[in-house]
């Protein structure tokens, strides 16, 4: 007979508070989507946690790692997005640790195919994207989806008192969330279309001369404040996502050139309260 080991986990706790989140995080791993007869991999990092009541001493972690390992090995089953993914990794372990909400947060880079503006030449932009699924007893599964970019501004004031002639230029990082059920997520490269048409001049891998004359020409042509970015991405993902169940979200920080500090905008459009998770 082998060992018998004590389950101190299921020990009571010196305090008996319950736990929003406890889990694991930086749990690097593969992830392998197949869609349409093509395969994409991403190298992602995961965060797995649930809530632990207040009669558990602590969460069995293990299980937690088991469960996003199982799903990723899994050959019979085929994945057809990060959120499927999630939620299949959130049911196999609610087959075997006890709890009301769990949460996964996926995070990895995106390789998206462009060209520059003027040449044409192909250039592989990487946007940052990290996916988080909620389950929740009382709502069943919802996600976030979040897309970061960098672009750049050109100062309006600073461009009004030079009488048209000069401003200062920095780079923006931006970033979109939609909040939503798992049929009414987003495609990527929409995203990236929202948040490439909302700085002042987007940017790009590679250019050629005549690519950066149009990127100056266009910052100077179209100056906008950090808080102008933040309302034309609330503007313009409004518009695309009018007629889906959503929550946007929005974030940009412009990495200043004439100050020692950084500039900061959020805003956020709540159409559908019932779908809103922290």
């Known amino acids: 007979m082998g060992t018998k080991f004590i ?151 600073a461009l009004a008192v030079a009488n048209g002639k000069r401003t200062h230029i920095q780079r923006a990082k931006a970033s979109l969330t939609i909040e939503s059920t798992t049929k009414h997520m987003p495609k990527f490269s929409t995203l990236i279309e929202i948040l490439e048409a909302s700085f002042s001049s987007p940017t790009f891998a590679i250019l050629k001369t005549e690519d950066e004359q149009w990127v100056v020409n266009q910052m100077f042509k179209n100056p906008l404040f950090c808080e102008d970015v933040a309302r034309n991405l609330l503007y313009r993902a409004d518009e695309a996502f009018k007629d889906i169940p959503c929550n946007i979200f929005v974030e940009v920080v412009s990495e200043e050139s004439i100050h020692k500090h950084d500039v900061i905008s959020r805003g956020e459009i709540i159409r559908y309260p019932e779908l809103h998770v922290c």
């Open 7 to 157: 389950e101190t986990q299921e020990l009571q706790p010196n305090y008996p508070i319950e736990l929003k989140d406890v889990g694991i995080k930086d749990f690097k791993t593969l992830l392998t989507i197949k869609r349409k007869n093509s395969i994409y991999r991403y190298l992602a990092t995961v965060e797995l946690t649930i809530n632990l009541t207040k009669q558990k001493k602590g969460a069995h972690l293990s299980r937690l790692a088991r469960s996003i390992t199982e799903i990723l090995t899994d050959e019979t089953h085929a994945h057809y997005s990060v959120e499927e993914m999630a939620i299949h990794t959130l049911n196999r372990l609610a087959e075997r640790h006890v709890f009301q909400d769990g949460k996964i947060r996926i995070s990895f880079e995106y390789a998206h195919e462009t060209t520059t503006p003027v040449s044409n030449l192909k250039s592989l932009e990487v946007y940052p994207i990290t996916i988080t699924t909620f389950k929740r007893n009382s709502t069943g599964f919802l996600h976030k989806i979040t897309v970061s970019s960098l672009g750049n501004t050109s100062c309006p004031h």
